[in-house]
């Protein structure tokens, strides 16, 4: 995922090199020629255009520049906070960016509906450069013709992946001109990750289910989603591979016959309604108790904050937090990977 950073269309080069060929100046007028044409060059710097190509969550080849950066409306807070995190502003959120993810934006942002019912209206209103969008949510997906007529500017993002979150970040960092909050944001992040899954890399692997809870059911999860691919990544046998159903109906037949060595839960909304449908539903069949994962105290309720959410500059920390539960002995190097 190393990237050489680049600049493009350099409006200013011109100044730049008028600049170079002044000779020194001693008299005062001289000085102050030099000074103005120091400010105007670095004006001219300010203003280069850069232009960025990129895939977006459709793969879809697709082209944003610099002035796209002005005014940035997030319809995900996910997105949202990534947008920050790479130095840009916004001047609109849904209203996720501060329920879920507690971003302090101030009063001058406006919030412009839900992630699941973003309002147009609000969003046209604001003349935005650029509106960031999830791929992943129907509603979103379907403002691509009104945003087209309305002549904005948008860009659809998909993050399931750690690698996607990186190459978000380098485009949103490009557009802001912010190569050292790629590197700290973005690229450190990968450094640690790809470290974590070296060091777990030669261990005996696992196996696992993992289930995502909600207060109507719960269902099974394979590698399409976050959690299911940090899992993967780190070594798990998810049962889910063999048993393509339970990603339909969480059966305790098929579970009891894999007995899996860990069992994961994530949840959907509030939590703690989540846990009690389950509690009610497959755990309440005497067969759960009689699962290895639950007599040796290994069924875990994984944070959302780093396995339901996009955890964003935080990847590390997720996959730091699940290899130390699989891998309780490699906890103090981990803990040095994390700390470098």
Known sequence: MKKIWYRV???GLSALLLLGSLSACTNTAEQTEQTENTENTQQADANDIGYIAYNDAF??????????????????????EAWELSGGTLIGVTEDAIEERNMDLGEDVAM????????????IALSPSLVILSGDIATQVDLE?????????????????????????????YLNRREDLYEQNAEAVYDKVKEIKTLVASQSHPT????????????????????????????????VARHDSLLEDLS???????????????????????????ETSIMANPAWAGLTAVQQDRCYVLPKDLFHYKPNARWAESYAYMAKILYPDLTEEIDEIMAS
């Open 112 to 123: 412009v509906g839900s992630v699941k019912e973003p309002n147009l209206e609000e969003i």
């Open 208 to 239: 696992g289910l993992l289930i995502r809870a909600f207060s109507t059911g719960a269902k099974a999860k394979g590698a399409d989603n976050q959690t299911g691919v940090i899992i993967e990544d780190l070594g798990v046998d998810n049962i």
């Open 252 to 278: 305790i037949e098929e579970i009891i016959t894999e007995d899996p060595d860990y069992i994961f839960i994530t949840t959907m909304g509030e939590e703690q309604a989540a846990i009690d449908a389950l």
């Open 59 to 80: 793969d879809r080849k697709q082209e944003l520049t610099t002035e796209n950066a002005k005014r940035v409306v997030a319809l995900y807070g996910s997105f949202a």
């Open 145 to 173: 013709p009104a945003l087209q007529q309305a002549g904005i500017p948008y860009a659809y993002f998909r993050v399931d992946t750690v690698e996607d979150y990186v190459e978000m970040m380098y485009t949103f960092c």
């Open 9 to 11: 269309f350099a409006a």
